[in-house]
Nanobody
Framework: QVQLLESGGGLVQTGGSLRLSCSAS????????MGWYRQAPGKQRELVAL???????NYADSVKGRFSIPRDNAKNTIYMQMNSLNPEDTEVYYC?????????WGQGTQVTVSA
């Protein structure tokens, strides 16, 4: 089975940067898409950034121009570079992999941005 492991979360000041990593237990070359979602207490999980197998990316309006989602197929890993962070970005971030019709989720990594 496919397992996803997120890392790189932590505490950062407003305006700072973090780089999240999502490592898969198998090759990601054939995945339909991989992406990052986030969820705050009392809110629904929302898409932050997505990259398809062809390299097409999609970003939430709130992070456009600040976040990017590079991919390293050789390392079975995607990243999310997060710049110009603000307190509204304080969430648990989850990695997602879409394989055919199935979705796979990591356990999440906490990002906290102090004012």
């Amino acid at each position: 089975q496919v397992q996803l492991l997120e890392s790189g979360g932590g505490l950062v000041q407003t305006g700072g940067s973090l780089r999240l990593s999502c490592s898969a237990s198998r090759n990601i070359f054939s995945f339909n898409a991989m992406g990052w979602y986030r969820q705050a207490p009392g809110k629904q999980r929302e898409l932050v950034a997505l990259i398809t197998s062809t390299g097409t990316t999609n970003y939430a309006d709130s992070v456009k121009g600040r976040f990017s989602i590079p991919r390293d197929n050789a390392k079975n890993t995607i990243y999310m570079q997060m710049n110009s962070l603000n307190p509204e970005d304080t969430e648990v971030y989850y990695c997602n992999a879409r394989i055919c019709f199935d979705k796979n989720w990591g356990q999440g990594t906490q990002v906290t941005v102090s004012a």
